[in-house]
């Protein structure tokens, strides 16, 4: 596991968008497993901004969201769908046939997590993954406790989640309290992995899962036995490292 401490946002998401842009440009049909939430927002921008200048071709790339809320339509505001829409995809040029996103209100959503599992090994597997990381440790939605054997499959959202992500919505009633995601044995199985985290409110996650026992207890622990991790973080969210 590499880690890397950077000043602040700009250079934590300048370094994360050069890891995707080298993958892009060494396998440009690379399949990319890709993270909602604030963290990676200057990742995406800095990868739109490569593209609009004529150096960054998304064209042959597969992409492969981590989540997805339980309940909200595809074109529900808050959808992680409509979130990578406007933040990411209507900016390049990923191929819309390309772009998987779990359907958070699929009619039988076992049956849309299988298929999703089935997607990803038809696509080769994921290449290079992103991932944040919750303030109680959790990668995707995958809560303190996740069996590391886990794979797509809907989840109860941990409390601490819910009310984390109420920032995005009106009220805390309204944030779904459940969620399809990729399971622990999915995120593992990517061939190279990047964790980012940004601020003091992660800094006691970064510290359980660097420097804490390897416990599915704290989730991105178990990332400590994948061969090929970095992490990308702020001084803020490094300050209780050793
Ligand atoms: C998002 C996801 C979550 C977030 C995590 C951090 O697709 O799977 O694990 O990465 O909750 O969220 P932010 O970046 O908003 O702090």
């Known amino acids: 596991m590499r880690w890397l401490i950077v000043e602040d946002y700009e250079a934590l998401s300048g370094e994360a968008a050069e890891l995707v842009a080298r993958e892009v440009r060494e396998k440009p049909d690379a399949v990319l497993g890709l993270a909602t939430g604030s963290t990676p927002v200057g990742m995406y921008q800095e990868l739109i901004r490569q593209h609009q200048a004529g150096n960054l071709d998304f064209s042959r790339i597969t992409t492969f969201n981590l989540d997805e809320y339980v309940g909200l339509s595809a074109t529900h505001p808050q959808s992680y769908r409509v979130f990578m829409h406007e933040t990411f995809f209507q900016h390049v040029n990923v191929q819309p046939e390309r772009i998987h996103i779990p359907c958070g209100d699929a009619a039988d959503l076992d049956e ?131």
């Open 112 to 242: 849309e997590c299988d298929r999703y599992e089935r997607a990803i090994q038809a696509a080769g597997g994921i290449d290079l993954q992103i991932l944040g990381i919750g303030g109680n440790g959790h990668i995707g939605f995958n809560e303190p406790g996740s069996p590391v054997s886990s794979r797509t499959r809907v989840v109860d959202l941990a409390q601490r989640t819910i009310t984390d992500n109420a920032r995005f919505f009106a009220s805390i009633e309204e944030v779904p309290t459940k969620a399809v995601t990729m399971g622990i044995q999915t995120i593992l199985e990517a061939k190279k992995i990047v964790l980012l985290a940004c601020g003091a409110s992660k800094a006691e996650a970064m510290q359980r899962m660097l420097e804490g026992e390897i416990t599915p207890g704290v989730p991105a622990s178990l990332l400590r036995e994948h061969p090929d991790v970095t992490v990308i973080m702020d001084r803020q969210a490094a300050a209780r490292l050793s």
